[in-house]
């Protein structure tokens, strides 16, 4: 919102933010749309988008007047591909669900507007109709952090339909801010899975001059079209520059960095392959290789959504394991200190975790331990207290990250009985767990 005086400004000339206005101050007469307020700023300087497409802001003082200006206005569209069937060239699907990868600025209004449709996405990236035969599917357009298991149902859905429907890979386009999660939970939700599955995004909108939007896109419909690769994985920018792109792989990988655009980066691996601009892939680390037989793939889509994902801290109150043990919580993933360390014998008796692991325990939860310092393993035989921590019920996961463990176990409990869920807990699956930390570098 503006200062009273602006909103009395634009008022009193019956305009609003998206109006045309002149505005008159002293001896200067401005002309332009009234753009939304930034989130930071002075609250009585009005921002407006001048013809000549720069935006100014004007102090405003008092004596201005504002009018309304009618003009014609013109509806907006952003151009769209024209998908060109090849049927030499491999069938790749791209599941497009929104994201930032999914979204300009509209230079006429300034506002961010997000592709309706995955052509537009595409008509960009002329590219890529001579790497693979497109099919595209549009199941939803959402932004990563409104995500939920509901949406998660409905990619692996997608994904099995169209590897069923003779896709060689599929790519699916996905906000970053969540994408780990989802790359994870797709990896235990695919069964039978028998070529790439391929997350990708962007950390920078496909408007601006510095976007991995295009780069990110066309590695990633590589990796579908040529890879050996039978694994659900991550392709995005493996460094700063427009060099490379890193097929990580689901479930050991995580976005690292708010806005960088190789934010992902591998955890406890090694990434699984290389993608250079020129379109070679190099292969890094050890994975599952495409089967000669073909199968069909299936989507194993139940999630018990009644799992919860808790990070432990100094004088954190243990009973909020009460509360989501009273709200019907069947999992809970803890995310301890160090090697899964939770307040064992603390001055204050109440803050020790101990008692409350036990009772939720007792009560058929499933807990699990990760680390909050995402490199690196937990384990129960280090120190004492850990083994207090096992005895009280607490199974500790290895080297899976707590968001991998959260979904795995969220996914577990819908699928398999409680005592089988909290041994499978523990157990590789998908490459979620690694018997040997592959690498030590974690920057």
Sequence with gaps: MYSKEVEALLKEGGASVGDTIKLVQGEDTFRGVVMPRPEVGDSSILIIKQENGYNVGIKVAKGAKAEKVNVETKSFTFPKAQIKSNPSLPTVAIVYTGGTIGSKVDYTSGGVYTFTKPEELLADVPELNGIANLKIYNPFSILSEDMTYK??????????????????????????????????????????????????????SSDRGSSDAFINLIAAVRIAASSNIAEVGICMHG??????????????????????????????????????????????????????????VSAKTGFEPKVALIKVHPNSDPSILDYYVSKGCKGIILEGTGLGHVPTTPGIKELSWIPHIK????????????????????????????????????????????????????????????????????SNLVGEITERTETDEFL
């Design 151 to 204: 949406e998660w149902q409905v990619i692996a859905e997608q994904v099995a339909r169209a590897f069923n429907e003779g896709a060689r890979g599929v790519v699916i386009t996905h906000g970053t801010d969540t994408m780990h999660y989802s790359s994870a939970v797709l990896s235990f939700m695919l069964e039978g899975l028998n070529g790439p599955v391929v997350y990708t995004g962007a950390q920078r």
């Design 239 to 296: 460094s700063s520059s427009d060099d490379f792109c890193d097929f990580n792989r689901g479930t050991k990988v995580r976005k690292l960095h708010t806005s960088r655009r190789d934010a992902f980066k591998p955890v406890n691996n090694l990434p699984i392959a290389r993608v250079s601009t020129a379109g070679s892939i190099e292969y890094l680390s050890e994975y599952r290789e495409i089967s000669k037989e073909k199968g069909k």
């Design 359 to 426: 009772e939720a325990s007792k009560k058929g939860v499933v807990i699990g331990m990760t680390s909050q310092t995402i490199f690196g393993r937990v384990s129960d035989k280090v120190y004492r207290n850990l083994r207090e921590v096992a005895a009280a019920g607490a199974i500790h996961c290895e080297d899976m990250m707590p968001e991998t463990a959260y979904v795995k176990l969220g996914w577990l409990l819908a699928n398999h009985s409680t005592d089988d869920s909290r041994r499978l807990l523990k």
